[in-house]
């Protein structure tokens, strides 16, 4: 049966995350971050990484991690969501890790042990876009060399390795300096997308792409709505704030009817959304069969509800909500990038349709 509350340590992990954001990632901050060139930042990915050891959650504690599970990531992401973090815990702590978990052989080891430390930050290259089940481009391997162009590569600038899916259905290291490394213009300014180009890069082959890929891009939609959970948790929680404490007609703004029934309708749209995500970071932690079936439902869901709630803290914020120095602009950004990320919701239905034989007409 599947266990959809947080357990002691699970809070307690939370606790320690929330503190550590609340006293290294103000709004103020992310803000002047994105407007700079290096929208990272590396003391908090240390203090997160190798300070508190969150970056090996998924490792095997014999090859250096921690040996915990999908729901404590899954915390984790909550709370990185709900602080809008610019970090690369999603993309190196997850779907790189994942990858790596589906290959074997002494190089995949010392790489994993890399990941698990955060001394070595990962990005599988593969379009932030691309579903579980989505197509995704490789590139060309000639006598050990690799050429081609892979786009929409999330945190492929701050990676030092990337892991490549080529033509010959290998996944293969390489290292983020032997490659060129492109910005393209991003949605969200904490979480930037980069052009690779491989121009006769020699590389490792670690193992074969597709359950790689497969299982990397799973695991990054199941815990991808975790993340967006806490974008939703922050919009509400910040707006029912506000609006208890401005005032017009000399009452607060909060207790007019209309806008106690949107607060109410959104709270219900997080409460099953929380539910939807720990449904799939419970069903990823224990393998279980509905594993396809709990990151379609909770992707499916749970990418609308943080746009709504980002909007929704927009529009409730009024005037203020406008404003570049309010962060609200961070989360719908984040928000909307998230919903596109690891397969639409859209897809996601497409998906669950086929997993329940319940087609369309």
Known sequence: MTDLLYSEEE?????????????????????????????YDPELWKALSEGMGLAGLLVPESQGGQGATHREVAVVLEELGRAVAPLPYLTSA???????????????????????????VGALAVALSVGPGG???????????????????????????LLVPAEDGGLYAVDADAVTITPQVSFDLTRPVAT????????????????????????GAGLLASEQLGLADWSLTETVRYLKER??????????????????????????????????ADALATGSDDTDLSVAVAQAYA????????EEALQLHGGLGMTWEHPVHLYLKRAKADSIAYGTAGAHREALAGLVDLQAP
Do not use: M
């Not at 997850?94 to 070595?120: H, Q």
């Not at 009817?257 to 539910?275: F, P, S």
């Open 196 to 219: 690779v180009t491989l121009d006769g890069v020699r590389a490792h082959r670690v193992g074969s792409a597709e359950p790689a890929v497969r299982r990397a891009l799973r695991a």
């Open 247 to 280: 005032k017009q007609f000399n009452r607060p703004v909060g207790g007019f009817q209309a806008l106690k029934h949107r607060l109410a309708q959104l709270w219900l749209e997080v409460v099953n959304t929380r539910a939807a995500a720990r449904g799939a």
């Open 11 to 39: 809070e307690a992990l939370r606790a320690a995350v929330r503190d550590l954001l609340t006293d290294h990632c103000d709004a103020a901050g992310v803000i002047a971050r994105t407007e700079s060139d290096t929208p």
């Open 94 to 120: 997850v779907v790189a890790t994942e990858a790596l978990l589906a290959c074997e052989g002494d190089e995949t080891a010392k790489l994993l042990a890399g990941l698990a430390s955060g001394r070595t």
């Open 303 to 310: 990418a609308p509800v943080a746009v709504h709630a980002a």
């Open 135 to 161: 197509h995704y481009r490789a590139v060309r391997n000639e006598d050990g060399f690799l050429y081609g162009e892979l786009t929409g590569i999330a945190d492929a600038a701050v990676a030092d390795v």
